[in-house]
């Protein structure tokens, strides 16, 4: 495999035997930034010298035996909502001009204190506000298989630098599914971790209530190291459960209802190869989850927009049109209504873990549609048209509600070669857990490996 | 004294909401409220929502307007 499509777990011990470099690694990274970002506007801010300078020292220390582990010495990007000290944290837009990071995130120091190379900080959707990616002060970040689609988002320049080989891993933030949906969209595994196990200190909020920092990545096993740093836990023994004892729930109304026919077929055909291998698939029932929708706007809108009134009533310009408007909509939530969300809240929360009783997890697709042409507002989906945004958000956003870890992986391309995925939700305090059976899933599925890194 | 015989219905909010987006010159504002009145229609329909007299609350009109 080359290395550019490596994966960290891959990757681990050749950096420690000395037989890779981090420099060289770096370095690679760095001349594919600079061949693809004019094109595909992945990054906002390239570390380069900072990069070879980390990367250097790794290789120092790695030869001299003090191995951090196995990010040390592999180069991967931030998303432009994490502060890296000395560093501006852009957002995406023009409000955040001038700014400088005075500290590291805490996921970041931990991500340093592992030794991880920073090569750039990426582009996103404006303050994270959005799916597709288009709305960003740095132009719009373009899918690495057919740029004139959208790599979805929020965090679609950390998608676009994996799956384009300008960076092994990427760290991003899911607030309605914006790790998840760009996973998907470009072919990636993305976790989203349980709610508060991640630190968000030193990350630009966009909900308090529903924002979750994870992975990017190529792997489960990649998912599973990154996750261990952000947390900042001891990484465990690894622990991949037999397939023929795990049982899965698919919860089919309202997540099967309405999706395009390719990621349809894609996610069915993964139900028929893991039920072969042994995996126990059953039905199960989230009654309340078509309310999802509106609690999750009222939520949103509300948090956000007291995160912006200040820059919104003084400096409306320097926001993009349409996330300016969507912020300004968040100003007219009745208190009353968002109460009545984190009420809805608790009561989806109860009803997911309901449905996870007895169970490894839940199964559905990630992603209802595969990654849109930039500038679709609507989809047809069976005979309703759909905005785009909702038609990103409606399998994602319940678990930001529900507060359950949520893990991607791909599951098959459409008929027009785009990637689909599917989503595995596990126990709210089992993220660990929830990784081992992804292992174990994506080594049914893929089991040399899926790689849709273009080049 | 001033009476208020108006209750703040979804209807009255959603007409102030509008009226207040004109005044600010944000006309591109007036469909997504319409929007967010759709979803807080939904949003107060839901049975979880309680109610002062002890009922169930009568669902508003999906239709805010």
């Known amino acids: 495999m080359p290395a550019e499509s490596s994966t960290i777990a891959q990757l681990g011990p050749q950096i420690r035997s000395g037989t890779t470099s981090s420099e060289g690694l770096t370095r690679a990274c760095l001349e594919r930034i600079d061949a693809a970002n004019p094109e595909l506007h992945a990054f906002i801010t390239v570390l380069a010298d900072e990069a070879i300078a980390q990367a250097r020292t790794a290789d120092r220390e790695i030869a001299s035996g003090h191995y951090r582990g196995p990010l040390h010495g592999v180069p991967i990007s931030l998303k432009d909502l994490l502060d890296v000290e000395g560093v501006a944290t852009t957002a995406a837009s023009h409000v955040r001009d001038g700014h400088v990071a005075e500290t590291d995130a805490v996921t970041v120091a931990r991500l340093r204190e592992a030794g991880a190379v920073f090569v750039g900080k990426c582009n996103l959707h404006e303050f994270a506000f959005g799916t597709t990616n288009e709305e960003s002060a740095y132009g719009p970040a373009k899918h690495p298989l057919d740029p004139t689609r959208s790599p979805g988002g929020s965090s679609g320049g950390s998608a676009v630098s994996v799956a384009a080989g300008m960076a092994y891993a990427s760290i991003g933030t899911d607030t309605g599914g914006s790790i998840r949906i760009p996973s998907a969209a470009c072919g990636l595994v993305g976790l989203k971790p349980a709610f508060g196990e991640v630190e968000v200190d030193g990350v630009v909020p966009l909900s308090w209530s529903l924002d979750h920092v994870g992975p990017l990545c190529r792997s489960v096993a990649d998912a599973a190291i990154l996750h261990d740093v952000l947390r900042g836990s001891t990484p465990r023994p690894e622990a991949t459960p037999r397939h023929s004892a795990i049982t899965l729930g698919i919860p089919r109304a309202y997540f099967l209802d309405r999706l395009d026919a390719g990621v349809a077929a894609a996610f069915e055909a993964t139900c028929a190869r893991l039920r072969e291998s042994g995996v126990v698939l059953q039905d199960v029932h989230i009654p309340h989850a078509s309310d999802a929708g509106p609690m999750y706007l009222h939520i949103v809108l509300a948090e956000a927009a007291a995160y912006h009134a200040h820059t919104l009533e003084t400096r409306p310009e320097a926001y993009q049109p349409d996330v300016r408007l969507r912020l300004e909509m968040g100003r007219y939530v009745l208190a009353e209504d968002y109460v009545r969300a984190l009420r809805g809240q608790q009561v989806l929360r109860r009803e997911v873990d309901d449905a996870l009783v007895g169970l490894d997890g839940l199964l559905l697709p990630t992603l209802a549609i595969p990654a849109p042409v930039r500038g679709t507002t609507a989809v047809r989906l069976g005979d309703t048209d759909e905005p785009i945004r909702g038609a990103m958000l409606r399998l994602t956003q319940p678990f930001n509600i529900s507060g359950h870890p949520a893990l991607t992986i791909p599951c098959g391309l459409t008929p027009e070669g785009l990637p689909a995925g599917a989503q595995f939700v596990g126990h709210r305090d089992r993220t660990a857990a929830l990784l081992q059976v992804g292992r174990s899933v994506e080594s049914v599925v893929w089991p040399d490996g899926f790689s849709v890194v273009a080049r | ?65």
């Open chain 2, 1 to 65: 004294m001033r009476t208020y015989n108006r209750p703040v219905t979804l209807a009255a909010w959603l007409e102030a909401a509008l009226a207040d987006a004109d005044a600010r010159n944000l006309p591109a504002l007036r469909p997504l409220l319409d929007n967010l009145a759709r979803s807080t229609a939904a949003l107060r329909a839901a049975e979880w929502n309680s109610d002062a007299s002890g009922n169930r609350p009568t669902p508003p009109k999906a239709d805010a307007r």
